[in-house]
Every structure is written in C-alpha cells, then in structure tokens.
C-alpha cells in the first residue's frame, strides 16, 4: 500500500467535472487576467471569511508583504512573529524593510505564546503576525486586547486555516489585515500558487488592491508605487470550484483526526495535537509528537511501509541560518526548537479512507513496541 502525505489527484478525480467545466469556460471565453471569475471568487471567499473585502493576489508570501506594506510598516519598525512557522513569514517583514522579533510558540497549540509575545513589545513594535499552524488558530485575545490598548496592529497569517474558528470568529477576521495562501496542499489549494489578504476596512481594501495590481484601480491611472500580484482567472476558476466543498472537506478532517485520537491515545511514546473546544482546528496537518532520537528512525519505517509523512517544521525559525547568519539574529526559543526536533506529520485528507488510516496507525503502534 503507498499512501502519499497529500493527494491531490485523488481530490480531482472527486471534483474533476466541475474542475474541468469552471477551467473550460475561462478558456472559452479568453479572460485570463481579471474579469468577474476573479471578482465571484474574492466575493464568495471575503463572505466564507465573515468580512466585507477580500483581495486576491499571486501567493501567500505576497499577500504578507501588501499587508504589511498597506499598513505602513518598513525600515525601523519590528514586527513579533512565531519562531515555528515557514519562512515565509520571516521573509515577508525582511523584505518591506522591518525587523522580524522571534517570539516562543505555546508547545500545545505550537503557535504564538501570548504571553511572551507582548512582553517582546518595545517602542518600535508595530504589528504582530500570529500564524494560525497546522489548522489551529492561535490564542487571540490576549493579542486583540493588548494590540488595541497600545495601538499595535494584528496581522493573520491564516495560511493554513481556511475556515478554522476562535471563539465563533472565522480565520482572517480578527486582524486588521490578514492573509491566505492557496498554495495546492492547502485546505483551500489552488492548481498553482496563489493567496488573498482579508480585512474589515474600506481603505485598507483600497490600498491593499491597488499595491498588488501596479498601483491603480482603473486600467493607467497610476496612483502609487504598486507591483504586480496578480491571481491569474483559472486558479480564480478552480478555487471557486473548491470552496463549494471546503465545508464538506473539514468535516471529513475532522473526522480523520478523530480516529487518529481515539486508535493512538494512550500509546507510549506519541504525543497528539491539543484540542480547544472554542477554537477547534481544522486539521491542514495532524501533527505528533515522539522522542527526537527515534524520529528519523520512525519516518524510515513509515517509507519502507509505503506511508509518507512529513516534518513542519525541521528547523525553528531561531536556528536557521538566514536568521542567525545573514540578518545577525540571536535569540533562544526553547519549545519551538524543541518541537521542531520531535514534530511529524501524518497523512490526513478527505479522501484517506479508514482502511488507510487502520494502516497508519498499525505501523506507528508496531514501531513503538519494539524493543
């Protein structure tokens, strides 16, 4: 039996008349850049996300940079982000000119600590970029309060939380700008790169739309400085198809993971995700826990059994070298880089079926009996 970490062709093969009818008629009627599919999809997806606007663009690492451009922030600022995250986040206050503040991750949520996050504020903290991992929102309302009170701005990186909830409140409705990516193996994923950014404000809708498409609203009045990030109308088309199934496809999550608790608890040597009954995840990955020195051991066995599983992430935030060597960044962020060691990622999509998952789990469980 082979069963992949993801498997995308399989989700086609699920939806493909109406991926291939929604991409036929892009084709048919020749508007490949902008135009109403792309009008319909950030519509239908500002509506999912419980806010006013949404802004489509190319990817979700340029989503970040327009949020945090529309906000203002560049050179002098400091933006607090968590240390176990992709690069991406990093990457994104490296580019618009700020300085990324390293902050420690809760070791049960594995996002931003909170706590530690706003003891990190200084005169020259302009934002926080709490990263919703794995499917599970981060705390938020110690970040909202604290952000209000002393005028720091809140930005989501909901990249891996389409439709995930804190306290009833949708992904990418709590900030003042947030941000998606589509990339394929998302919950949401296009058939190519592509991202959005949601907010509750008019202008910064404005400001944000103009940024991603040359500086302008209408086709030559060039307003600003903009650059081009564009969501192209055919991955417009097949993520318009997707959302119809998005609730459908977490519940199924849900489910997966459910069985992965009940077969798995209690077994020495596996530590499963946390569960918040007012922030349930929505399982973009279901992510355990085992013994740093036998990891590479288990993922061996687990190829050699034809399962793919998979590791978000191998190296904290902290300890890489663009942070400690290029950018001259230090800092020490002990559960990050400590779950970055044990941390593994087992298959979980809507089309893994029990049969596979009872495989899953036989092998994991053989794995930690043997002497």
């Known amino acids: 039996m082979h069963i992949p970490l993801v498997d995308l062709v399989a989700q086609y093969q699920n939806i493909k008349d109406e991926i ?33 606007y949404c802004v489509p663009c190319a990817n979700g690492t340029d989503a970040l940079e327009i949020a945090l451009t529309s906000l203002g922030i560049g050179k002098g600022d400091e933006v607090i982000i968590p240390a176990l995250t992709f690069v ?10 700020a300085t990324p503040v390293l902050c420690d991750i809760d070791p049960m949520r594995y996002t931003i600590d909170p706590v530690q996050a706003i003891s990190l504020v200084t005169p020259n903290t302009k934002a926080f970029i709490p990263v919703h991992l794995y499917g599970q929102m981060a705390d938020m309302d110690p970040l909202v309060s604290f952000a209000s009170d002393n005028h720091v701005l809140l930005i989501e990186d ?5 439709g995930a909830t804190y306290k009833g409140q949708k992904a990418g409705s709590i900030g003042d700008i947030n941000t998606f990516s589509f990339y394929p193996g998302k919950n949401l994923g296009a058939y190519g790169d592509a ?7 008019e202008w910064l809708y404005t400001k944000a739309l103009k940024m991603a498409n040359h500086g302008r609203i209408s086709k030559y009045d060039h307003e600003t ?16 198809v997707k959302l119809r199934h998005i609730e459908q496809w977490t519940l199924r999550r849900q489910s997966i993971a459910k069985r992965y608790r009940d077969i798995l608890k209690g077994l020495d040597h596996i530590g499963l ?56 960044i230090h800092v020490h962020c002990p559960e990050a880089e400590k779950a970055s060691t044990e941390v593994v990622s087992l298959p979980i999509y809507p089309e893994l079926t029990d049969d596979m998952q ?4 036989e092998k994991l469980i053989a794995f930690f009996k043997q002497v």
Do not use: W
């Open 20 to 52: 291939d009818a929604s991409i036929a008629d892009v084709i048919h009627n020749g508007h490949f850049i902008g135009g109403d599919v792309i009008r319909d999809f950030a519509t239908q997806f500002a509506a999912y996300c419980d806010v006013p």
């Open 88 to 97: 991406a986040t990093l990457e994104a206050v490296v580019n618009v000119g």
């Open 358 to 361: 009872d495989y899953i789990c």
């Open 225 to 240: 400085v903009g650059r081009s990030s564009r969501l192209d109308s055919l991955q417009a088309a097949v993520l318009t």
């Open 273 to 328: 995700p946390g569960e918040y009954v007012n922030s349930p995840s929505v399982y973009h990955l279901f992510v355990i826990r085992v013994p740093a020195a036998r990891r590479e051991d288990l993922l061996q066995h687990l190829r050699q059994a034809g399962i793919e599983a998979g590791i978000h992430y191998p190296i904290a935030l902290s300890k890489l070298r663009v942070t400690t060597e290029q950018l001259n």
């Open 158 to 162: 909901a990249a891996q939380s389409h």
């Open 195 to 201: 991202g959005a950014m949601t907010t509750e404000s």
